[in-house]
């Protein structure tokens, strides 16, 4: 019996084996393709690029119906309204800044030649040339929005794209491959569907860049994975984003912005505030602006179809375990469904926004980056005591400050590092398309969006163009070296 066992299990790992090895050379050769038509056109021009770009934006206009169906089975509950808006509609908007910006980009940059060759006629310019193909991994929470926004700095660039999406929307992912299909030949974009083994040999591949968006546990494996072939990697990943509400703002602004944001997609957004400073008096009406709030924006959460469903029983699980960690190390938790409807039913996947009062830093809702409906709430007595916390802690991929104060706002600003900040608002960085959005630190590396967006999948290339001297020759500054060369070198060396 034991041996009937121990062969089972050899025959199943030499199948998976076989299986990785055909995915393997699949890729390799969508690979192998992508850079043979490169190297065909290794340049192409603004036509062609802004035609690969119009394309982008007539798929996702001509199929938006199909996509937030797809997007909807995937999740469970998540309204048309929110997928046409924090996605179609801001995957459209970032591929028309690049196309209206795109000429400009292209165009060869100016930089100062050294004098006194920059007289005779030398130049110094900087080449912005595609890269080749780029690796992109996407994650499963905005499943449309990661693949669009970041295809329009890899397009705009000039170069092709391998594409891997998240295993966990499989109906979002099979149905935009089969879109990319019908508007791209594969040897200018691929999609390629399958589980962690593919994305991990995905992410093997000799790409020219790669980049993925996920959570730092898996970009670390990923830039290993990269490691050894070179690859450029950028990482967009995530981290505890903080919110300091200071003592001279408005908390009814505040709260009102602060759920609405915290709300959307049922916190599953990297940009997503996982905790907040309020200053200590004014806790008690903080919450209850906060209960309001929600109160109007979703009278009820279960059988709401504007409130988003986690997206599947693994995530579930993992956010119901942060609040029972928190009671049991005796945080006040509140729920702020208005109707304290019983949420247990994993069917819906659904669980109503939640504070939790003054955790401590040994609970998980402190540790863990939430990505889910949880927000942890710190009170303060001392404003440096928030930036003294915030700067102990990994660096986050945003930060929020509510305050119209100047010198409190610099303050922040100068004191703090994150991959970006939002004043008196919640994630509008991200949709600003001339803002370059990355993090730093734990929170990523790389950025895009914007001329850094572009700069990140172009290589610039440096040329110099000598003038009608040689200089050297006419200075004498070629040997043998006599007199009046050594006169002139000591000239040069001086402070």
């Not at 050899?10 to 090895?21: F, M, N, P, Q, T």
């Amino acid at each position: 019996m034991q041996a009937t066992q121990t062969e089972s299990a050899a025959v199943i790992k030499s199948e998976k084996r076989a299986d990785l090895g055909s995915i393997e050379q699949k890729l390799m050769h969508l690979l192998n393709k992508q850079r043979l038509a490169h190297s065909g056109i290794p340049y192409p021009d603004l036509d062609t690029r802004i035609d690969r770009l119009n394309r982008c934006i007539d798929l996702l206009v001509t199929y938006q119906n199909e996509i937030c169906a797809a997007v909807e089975a995937d999740f469970g509950c998540r309204s048309d309204n929110v997928t046409r808006v924090s996605e179609l509609f801001t995957s459209i908007q970032s591929l028309k800044f690049v196309r209206k910006k795109l000429k400009k980009w292209m165009r060869v940059e100016q930089r100062s030649a050294p004098f006194p060759m920059n007289v005779t006629g030398s130049r110094s310019e900087i080449h912005y040339q595609p890269k080749g193909v780029v690796g992109i991994m996407t994650p499963w929470n905005v499943p449309v929005n990661a693949i669009f926004a970041q295809l329009a700095d890899v397009l705009g660039a000039g170069n092709r794209a391998m594409i891997k999406p998240s295993e966990f929307t499989p109906c979002t992912s099979e149905l935009l491959e089969k879109l990319i299909s019908e508007y791209f030949f594969d040897d200018e974009i691929a999609v390629i569907n399958g589980d962690a083994d593919t994305g991990a040999a995905f992410s093997r591949l000799p790409f020219d860049h790669l980049i993925f968006t996920g959570a730092g546990s898996v970009g670390s494996k990923v830039m290993a994975a990269a490691a050894p072939n070179l690859t450029p990697v950028t990482l967009e990943l995530g981290g505890k984003s903080p919110v300091i509400i200071a003592e001279d703002y408005d908390l009814d602004d505040a709260a009102d912005k602060l759920m609405a944001t915290k709300a959307m997609n049922s916190g599953q957004i990297c940009v997503s505030p996982d905790y907040c400073f309020v200053p200590e008096a004014a806790l008690d009406a903080f919450v209850e602006k906060c209960r309001s709030v929600i109160a109007e924006l979703y009278p009820m959460v279960q059988d709401n179809p504007d409130f988003v469903s986690v997206i599947n029983e693994r995530h579930f699980e993992r956010i119901l375990s942060y609040l029972d960690d928190a009671r049991i190390k005796g945080a006040q938790v509140i729920s702020l469904d208005t109707v304290q409807a019983d949420w247990s039913d994993r069917a819906n996947h659904k669980i109503p926004l939640h504070l939790v009062i003054n955790p401590t830093n040994d609970m998980l809702v402190m540790q863990e980056e939430i990505f889910g409906p949880i927000l942890s709430i710190r009170t303060y007595q001392s404003f440096d005591m928030c930036l003294l916390d915030i700067n102990s802690r990994p660096n986050p991929l945003a930060l929020y400050l509510f305050s119209k104060d100047k010198k409190v706002q610099k303050k922040v600003i100068d004191n703090t590092m994150a991959g970006a900040m939002t004043i008196n608002d919640i994630a509008v960085h991200y949709a600003c398309d001339d803002l370059p959005f990355g993090g730093v630190g734990a929170s990523g590396m790389g950025q895009i969006h914007g001329i850094e967006g572009f700069k990140t999948f172009s290589h610039s290339k440096s040329v110099f163009k000598q003038g009608w001297i040689n200089l050297p020759k006419l200075s004498g500054m070629l040997p043998p070296y006599g007199e009046k060369f050594e006169k002139m070198s000591r000239g040069l060396v001086k402070k």
